[in-house]
């Protein structure tokens, strides 16, 4: 049987890893939110250049 060695990590280590990961998170959800609106304007002006062509 084979043991690998674990990797210690520091207090300081996984906090830095945990606020990394949340900021990722805060920024896809910033730029989902950036781009949904976005794209909301879009189709508005979609659907009212097909109003005024029918």
């Given at each position: 049987?084979?043991?690998?060695?674990?990797?210690?990590?520091?207090v300081e280590d996984f906090?830095?890893?945990?606020?990394?990961?949340?900021?990722?998170?805060?920024?896809?959800?910033?730029?989902?939110?950036?781009?949904?609106?976005?794209?909301?304007?879009?189709?508005?002006?979609?659907?009212?250049?097909?109003?005024?062509?029918?």
């Open positions: 049987m084979t043991t690998t060695p674990k990797r210690c990590y520091s906090s830095d890893l945990i606020n990394s990961s949340l900021q990722k998170l805060e920024r896809r959800k910033e730029a989902q939110q950036h781009y949904g609106s976005l794209l909301a304007v879009l189709r508005q002006q979609v659907d009212s250049y097909r109003q005024r062509r029918a």
